[in-house]
């Protein structure tokens, strides 16, 4: 198992402008299949020509130094060493991979791991584990992460520690092989079809049981830590999903439900303020409706002013295509202290990008092996 942290080399000096105002940049980024020749992915055909190689890194540094963020969740990482000595020179010194690819051969990998690069020191890591008698409760038996969660959390100046977790859930490609399914006495499309239907649900299942057990874990370190936390990644998953209603927690809370004396005690709006202390915020729709809000204060002194001037209010970009069919499966997930309508929040999102040019305006000599997701990138200022 891999464990590195390299010590803070003097990256920022808080006092040089007390007058500016203090930002940082989270991006997560699903890299498609990041690996070092002559190691192949899934099959022993895949492996990049040299020139592929280097241009793949090439794409990866050329954003990153455009960009600048602060933070980054990976994905699709089987090369974490090449990625790691990739980053160094670029101002990432401090960087967590936990897990390792599972080798299927001599050099074809498979089951690619999650990492997190950061510019400030990670002061404790680990991959997060499930809980046994949550499992049991939901009838679940050896319960393991398709691609195993990483929490890390960082000491960022004059906001303290934040628990940064980077996901890869379950896709939705079938979770069976064929050696997991009984002959059905059926054969051609029918056979086929069959499979794929039970499949596909045991994918789901997966992906499902992911978020619930990790949101889980997140909400039990948020209680025993009080750390602010970020949540990044691949969801796979349409965010307001049913299987993902773990992260967008539309509860509807009866009073006969809630078994805690102190709690119970509460009015309805001390009751609400206690219960979005634990809630998931999704860092697009916190912009969103401060960029609307802003738009519409403008609005008050020039009636010129409309929503429509201003794209972010515009439509969400995909962050992956099948075919010619977008949609959005990367996200950046923040708990209250994010949101400015809390009353402990520290921080409100500035600015929030899909970077997506790679995909619906893509040129070969740049783009070609880049990656088969838009990087996503959310800016938060501190109060």
């Known amino acids: 198992m891999m464990f590195v942290i390299i010590e803070q080399q003097n990256l920022i000096n808080l006092s040089s402008s007390p007058a500016v105002a203090i930002q940082y940049r989270v991006a997560s980024i699903n890299l498609f299949n990041f690996i070092a020749p002559p190691n192949a992915y899934y099959d022993f055909e895949n492996i990049y020509s040299a020139q592929q190689w280097q241009k793949k890194c090439a794409w990866l540094s050329d954003f990153l130094m455009e960009n600048q963020p602060d933070i980054i969740g990976f994905q699709e990482v089987f090369s974490p060493e090449e990625l790691q000595a990739l980053l160094r020179p670029l101002g990432y010194v401090h960087f967590a991979v936990l897990d390792e690819p599972q080798v299927e051969s001599d050099y074809v990998y498979r089951h690619p791991v999650v990492a997190l690069a950061s510019r400030y020191p990670i002061i404790e890591m680990a991959n997060v584990a499930v809980d046994d008698a949550a499992c049991e409760a939901l009838g679940l038996a050896q319960f393991q992460f398709s691609r195993q969660p990483l929490r890390a959390t960082i000491d960022l100046p004059l906001f303290g520690p934040c628990d940064c977790y980077v996901i890869h859930l379950k896709s939705k490609r079938s979770g069976f092989d064929k050696e997991d399914l009984a002959h059905s006495g059926s054969s051609g499309a029918a056979d086929f079809i069959a499979r794929q239907v039970l499949g596909r649900w045991a994918s789901s299942l997966q992906r499902g049981n992911e978020a619930t057990l990790l949101c889980h874990q ?4 948020r209680h025993l830590k009080g750390h602010p936390f970020i949540l990044m990644g691949d969801f796979n998953d349409k965010l307001h999903s049913d299987l993902l209603a773990a992260f967008h927690q539309n509860l509807r809370v009866y ?14 709006q001390q009751l609400f303020a206690e219960l979005n202390q634990c809630r ?7 912009h969103k ?3 609307k809000c802003n738009v519409s204060l403008a609005s008050d002194e020039d009636e010129s002013t409309s929503f429509t001037d201003n794209p972010i209010v515009s439509s969400r970009q995909a962050t992956h295509y099948y075919g010619s069919e ?3 499966l990367d996200y950046i997930l923040v708990s209250s202290e994010f949101d400015p309508k809390q009353l402990k929040n520290l921080a409100h999102i500035e600015h929030y990008q ?4 790679h995909l619906v305006r893509p040129d070969f000599e740049r783009d070609s092996d880049s990656t088969d997701h838009a990087p996503i990138m959310m800016t938060f200022s501190l109060r």
């Open 255 to 268: 009073r006969s439900d809630i078994e805690d004396k102190q709690l119970a005690g509460l009015s309805e």
């Open 280 to 286: 998931l915020y999704d860092s697009y729709e916190l």
């Open 218 to 221: 997140m909400l039990v370190r």
């Open 289 to 291: 409706a401060t960029t």
């Open 354 to 357: 899909t970077f997506d040019r």
């Open 326 to 328: 977008g949609s959005v």
